[in-house]
C-alpha cells in the first residue's frame, strides 16, 4: 500500500522530467513532525517511508563508500550528471548547504549518471568547488545499477535528472524531488532531521 502511494505520487512527476517546478513530496510536512525517543531528536517516521537500499560506490578519490557507513547521519542523496544543466544549477545550492550543515550531521552525495571518468568528474567537480561526496563505478555501470535498485525501492524508476532524495539517520528515505531545487527548499525540508 505504501509502495503504491509512492508509485503514484513518482509516477505524476516523472511525467513532467528533468526541469519540472513542484517538489515531489514524499513525508509529513514539518508542522506535523514529532520527536521520538532516541538520543538524537528524530523526527517521527511518515508511514510510507522505504528504507533506502544499501551500496557500495567508489568516490572519484577511489575510496569505498558504503551507505551503512552513514547511518546516524541525514543523507541528501542526489543522482547527477555532469552533462545535465539543471543538475548544475542545483550545485552552488548543494556547496551552501554541505557548508552549513555539515556540522549538525548532513551528508549530501552525489551519485554521478554517465559522467565519465573519475579523472573527468574530479576535473569538473574542482572547477565547480564540488566539497561534498561525489560516487562513480567502481568497474562498470554500478552507479546505473544503485539508480535501479532505488528506483525499484520507491516504486519508479529514476529517468529524471537530478533526482534528490533524504535519508533520515536512521536510514529511511523520507522525502523526495524530480528536478533542481534551491537551498530554501532543501533546508526547510531538512531542518526537521537535522535538528538536534
Not at 95 to 112: A, P, R, S
Not at 117 to 128: A, D, L, T, V
Not at 133 to 147: A, C, G, N, P, W
Given at each position: 500500500?505504501?509502495?503504491?502511494?509512492?508509485?503514484?505520487?513518482?509516477?505524476?512527476?516523472?511525467?513532467?522530467?528533468?526541469?519540472?517546478?513542484?517538489?515531489?513530496?514524499?513525508?509529513?510536512?514539518?508542522?506535523?513532525?514529532?520527536?521520538?525517543?532516541?538520543?538524537?531528536?528524530?523526527?517521527e517516521r511518515p508511514e510510507y517511508a522505504i528504507k533506502a537500499p544499501e551500496f557500495t560506490l567508489r568516490t572519484v578519490q577511489g575510496d569505498l563508500f558504503n551507505l551503512s557507513d552513514?547511518k546516524g547521519k541525514v543523507v541528501l542523496l542526489n543522482f547527477w550528471g555532469t552533462w545535465c544543466g539543471p543538475c548544475r544549477r542545483e550545485i552552488p545550492d548543494f556547496n551552501k548547504?554541505?557548508?552549513?550543515?555539515?556540522?549538525?550531521?548532513?551528508?549530501?552525495?552525489?551519485?554521478?549518471?554517465?559522467?565519465?571518468?573519475?579523472?573527468?568528474?574530479?576535473?569538473?567537480?574542482?572547477?565547480?568547488?564540488?566539497?561534498?561526496?561525489?560516487?562513480?563505478?567502481?568497474?562498470?555501470?554500478?552507479?546505473?545499477?544503485?539508480?535501479?535498485?532505488?528506483?525499484?525501492?520507491?516504486?519508479?524508476?529514476?529517468?529524471?535528472?537530478?533526482?534528490?532524495?533524504?535519508?533520515?539517520?536512521?536510514?529511511?528515505?523520507?522525502?523526495?524531488?524530480?528536478?533542481?531545487?534551491?537551498?530554501?527548499?532543501?533546508?526547510?525540508?531538512?531542518?526537521?532531521?537535522?535538528?538536534?
Amino acid at each position: 500500500m505504501n509502495k503504491m502511494k509512492i508509485l503514484l505520487i513518482m509516477s505524476t512527476l516523472l511525467a513532467i522530467g528533468c526541469g519540472q517546478k513542484d517538489r515531489m513530496k514524499i513525508a509529513s510536512k514539518p508542522k506535523d513532525i514529532k520527536s521520538t525517543t532516541s538520543s538524537q531528536v528524530q523526527p517521527e517516521r511518515p508511514e510510507y517511508a522505504i528504507k533506502a537500499p544499501e551500496f557500495t560506490l567508489r568516490t572519484v578519490q577511489g575510496d569505498l563508500f558504503n551507505l551503512s557507513d552513514y547511518k546516524g547521519k541525514v543523507v541528501l542523496l542526489n543522482f547527477w550528471g555532469t552533462w545535465c544543466g539543471p543538475c548544475r544549477r542545483e550545485i552552488p545550492d548543494f556547496n551552501k548547504l554541505h557548508d552549513k550543515y555539515q556540522k549538525d550531521g548532513l551528508e549530501i552525495v552525489g551519485i554521478t549518471i554517465t559522467s565519465g571518468s573519475p579523472k573527468n568528474i574530479f576535473s569538473f567537480m574542482k572547477e565547480w568547488d564540488i566539497e561534498y561526496t561525489v560516487l562513480t563505478d567502481i568497474e562498470d555501470y554500478e552507479t546505473q545499477r544503485v539508480t535501479a535498485y532505488y528506483g525499484r525501492a520507491i516504486g519508479q524508476p529514476i529517468t529524471g535528472l537530478p533526482t534528490t532524495l533524504i535519508i533520515d539517520r536512521e536510514g529511511y528515505i523520507v522525502k523526495g524531488y524530480i528536478g533542481p531545487r534551491n537551498e530554501e527548499i532543501f533546508y526547510q525540508d531538512l531542518k526537521p532531521y537535522l535538528s538536534l
